[in-house]
């Protein structure tokens, strides 16, 4: 069983899997910080005011927050272009060391 278990760590690269999850978690408050302090302030205006993040559509008895959630839309897109430039730059790097 010890074995079987050890194979599988090696086979399927656990322990790095374990530490890209980390160090993902350990960056996303970087990120956020990056996107919400730095990005967001040279963004917004352009949006009209702050009013569009507390935008709410009610009918009848339910209330959509619909500008929270455009406000997430926002940064979790800010925060994927900024992951894929990083990635990419990493990649192309790593690709002109193997040369």
């Known amino acids: 069983m010890l074995k079987e278990f050890s194979k ?8 790095s899997l374990a530490v890209g999850f980390v160090m993902g ?7 956020n910080s990056l996107v919400k302090d730095i990005l967001m302030p040279l963004v917004q205006p352009l949006l009209s ?8 559509l009610k009918i ?3 209330s ?5 959630f455009l406000a ?23 690709i002109k060391l193997k040369k």
């Open 60 to 62: 009848g008895p339910v």
């Open 72 to 94: 997430e839309l926002l940064n979790f897109l800010i925060l994927a272009f900024i992951i894929f430039f990083v990635v990419k730059k990493l990649l192309n790097m790593e």
């Open 25 to 31: 978690t350990a960056s996303t408050a970087l990120i």
């Open 49 to 56: 005011g702050d009013g569009w993040r507390n935008a709410i």
């Open 8 to 15: 599988f760590l090696k086979e399927f690269n656990v322990i």
């Open 64 to 68: 959509l927050a619909y500008g929270s």
